[in-house]
């Protein structure tokens, strides 16, 4: 178990909204299939000339408020993002210059696809538990949207801009982590990528012309593992956390898709009036879409102390986990 208390949680979500209806005006698709298919109505997307950071930055702040946490008194920053405000050096000394930390904390990207926020609660969880670290922020960031082919239907629709984020703490009595699993399959690396832009296929004007910088997915095999794999890592970490399915207060999925939710949810069994969705508004946050939805619940007085919640997530990589906790 990894003593922890989650003191704060805070998102942010850009004000444009962008209905399923808004895109059928431009592409060959309809608010019937998107719905249908995925379960989104509409999504929101960060102004051209605002800066991902800001997002991060804003849920950042909210966390940090909440917890009545003195960013001085921060001792580790981790940001996990798919798509970094700059290739080197990533996201979070973006993130680290907005908060104003004069005191150097540490700070690092994650990068574990759509699973990073579960990767990063592991990772912060386990530097607080070895003493590295006593206060935490974990930030979920994504834009998306910069990176979507907004003449490709099947990848544009399903995308939305956010942030969110949690402070961490450390606990005294028996609230914390009770169960982890973590894995990874890199068989299915081709399920969701960019290909371009990295070390491989450096950016050129081929590149470009090519589109080989937008997100390429390949939608049914993601459909499939994210299922299973998710069923997977949070059966294996309800057991690692001695407990059963039956005592999980709050299932909290990566907001990928709602049918994925749903036979994800059918085939854990798990009733499905205690799983948390959001999709519906803000699309695939990705990264920054467990702690959006995290945030919702919270401050909707959904989750209250005691509960057991279960945050599960599968992404490009494929990188998949589950993180039990009691709040
Ligand atoms: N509007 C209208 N038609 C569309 C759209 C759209 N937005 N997108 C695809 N289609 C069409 C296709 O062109 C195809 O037409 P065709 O037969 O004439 O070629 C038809 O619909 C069927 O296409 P499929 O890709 O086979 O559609 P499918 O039923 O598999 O649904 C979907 C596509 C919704 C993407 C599905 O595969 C899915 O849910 N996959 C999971 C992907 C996902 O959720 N990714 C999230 C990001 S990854 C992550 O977060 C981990």
């Not at 804003?58 to 580790?76: C, F, M, T, Y």
């Not at 994800?264 to 699309?283: Q, S, T, W, Y």
């Amino acid at each position: 178990m990894i003593k922890l208390r989650v003191a704060g949680t805070g998102r942010f979500l850009p004000e444009r909204v962008l209905a399923n209806d808004d895109l059928s005006l431009s592409l060959d698709t309809s608010d019937e299939w998107i719905r249908s298919r995925t379960g989104i109505v509409e999504r929101r997307l960060l102004a051209p000339e605002t800066p991902p950071a800001f997002m991060g930055i804003a849920a950042a702040e909210k966390a940090l408020r909440q917890a009545g946490l003195d960013p001085e008194k921060l001792d580790l920053l981790v940001v996990a993002t798919n798509v970094p405000e700059e290739l080197i050096p990533g996201s979070s000394p973006f993130i680290a210059e907005g908060l104003g930390l004069p005191h150097e904390p540490p700070f690092f990207d994650i990068k574990a696809g759509c699973a990073g926020f579960v990767f990063g609660m592991a990772v912060a969880g386990a530097m607080m538990k070895s003493g590295l670290a006593r206060n935490a922020l974990l930030v979920g960031i994504e834009a998306l949207s910069r990176f979507v082919d907004w003449e490709d239907r099947k990848t544009c629709v399903l995308f939305g801009d956010g942030a969110g984020a949690v402070a961490l703490v450390m606990a005294d009595d028996d609230r914390g982590i009770l169960g982890i699993s973590l894995h990874g399959d890199p068989t299915k690396r081709g399920l969701l990528r960019i290909p371009a832009g990295g070390v491989r296929l450096p950016a050129s004007f081929e590149t470009v012309q090519a589109k080989k910088h937008f997100l390429e997915m390949k939608g049914r095999g993601v459909y499939q593992s994210a299922v299973t794999m998710m069923e997977r890592a949070t059966l294996e970490a309800t057991e690692r956390a001695g407990i059963s399915l039956a005592d999980i207060d709050w299932l909290l999925p990566h907001q990928a898709n709602l049918r994925i939710i749903e036979a994800l949810v059918k085939r854990l069994g798990f009733p499905r009036e205690r799983v948390l969705v959001n999709i519906d508004r803000v699309a695939n946050t990705s990264t920054a879409s467990i702690p959006i939805l995290l945030d919702e619940a919270v401050r909707a007085g959904k989750i209250v102390d005691g509960d057991i919640l279960a945050l599960t997530a599968f992404g490009a990589g494929a990188c998949y986990g589950t993180v039990i906790l009691r709040w």
